[in-house]
């Protein structure tokens, strides 16, 4: 079983940048990472997602902005982001992907407004 918990979320101005953290219980070095968010009435959809090989991906509308990384050392993995916009307030979780089995943390909520 894998335990995540985010943090790193809070208020910011439009075009600011926060970063989130993602600590997880076990080792993540085979371990598929990625972050998903939430909009209020909306499906929670992929964000950013990093391989154990360190391959990224990331949905169209992030690009450019966001970026996922992994501290194998630290059980941690990152997401960037910057030049936010309103449109990037959401609930970020973190979900992990071993053995076939799904793990999600417990949210942390960013909100984007000036």
């Known amino acids: 079983q894998v335990q995540l918990v985010e943090s790193g979320g809070g208020l910011v101005q439009p075009g600011g940048s926060l970063r989130l953290s993602c600590l997880a219980s076990?080792?993540?070095?085979?371990?598929?990472m990625a972050w998903y968010r939430q909009a209020p009435g909306k499906q929670r959809d992929l964000v950013a997602a990093?391989?154990?090989?360190?391959?990224?991906d990331y949905v169209d509308s992030v690009k450019g902005r966001f970026t996922i990384s992994r501290d194998n050392a630290k059980n941690t993995v990152y997401l960037q982001m910057d030049k936010l916009t309103p449109e990037d307030t959401a609930v970020y979780y973190c979900?992990?992907?071993?053995?076939?089995?799904?793990?999600w943390g417990q949210g942390t909520q960013v909100a984007v407004s000036s």
């Open positions: 990093v391989t154990a090989s360190s391959s990224t």
């Open positions: 076990t080792n993540i070095f085979n371990i598929y």
């Open positions: 979900n992990a992907r071993k053995s076939g089995y799904s793990y």
